[in-house]
């Protein structure tokens, strides 16, 4: 099933895209082979064939949750201009 200009020219006109006679030429022959394969791909005989989210079998290793940094907030924000209840306070920017 290829793709004709008319349908092409709809899809450019659906991703905003603006192509030359060139370009457009070009879009047709490649996108019609795209679709091709697809359609080449679909008649694949599947039966039996389990689906899966995922190809590999494998379970993602985890850290353990631990605390690993101190609490330096206090000392940090000594440097801050102004600040309140561990909060540092900026100027209003939206009225």
């Not at 905003?16 to 060139?22: A, E, I, N």
């Not at 370009?23 to 039966?47: G, R, W, Y």
């Not at 039996?48 to 190809?55: E, L, Q, R, S």
């Not at 330096?72 to 540092?88: K, P, S």
Request: charged share 30%; proline share 3%; net charge negative.
């Amino acid at each position: 099933m290829s793709l004709d200009k008319d349908q092409v020219q709809h899809i450019a006109v659906l991703a905003r895209l603006k192509l030359d006679d060139q370009e457009f030429d070009q879009a047709v022959q490649k996108l019609s082979s795209i679709v091709d394969f697809v359609d080449q791909l679909s008649q694949a005989d599947t039966t039996g064939v389990v689906p899966m989210a995922h190809p590999l079998n494998e379970s993602q290793r985890l850290r353990e949750d631990r605390v690993t940094e101190t609490d330096d907030r206090d000392r940090v924000q000594q440097n801050a201009a102004a600040v309140e209840d561990g909060l540092y306070l900026v100027p209003r920017v939206i009225e």
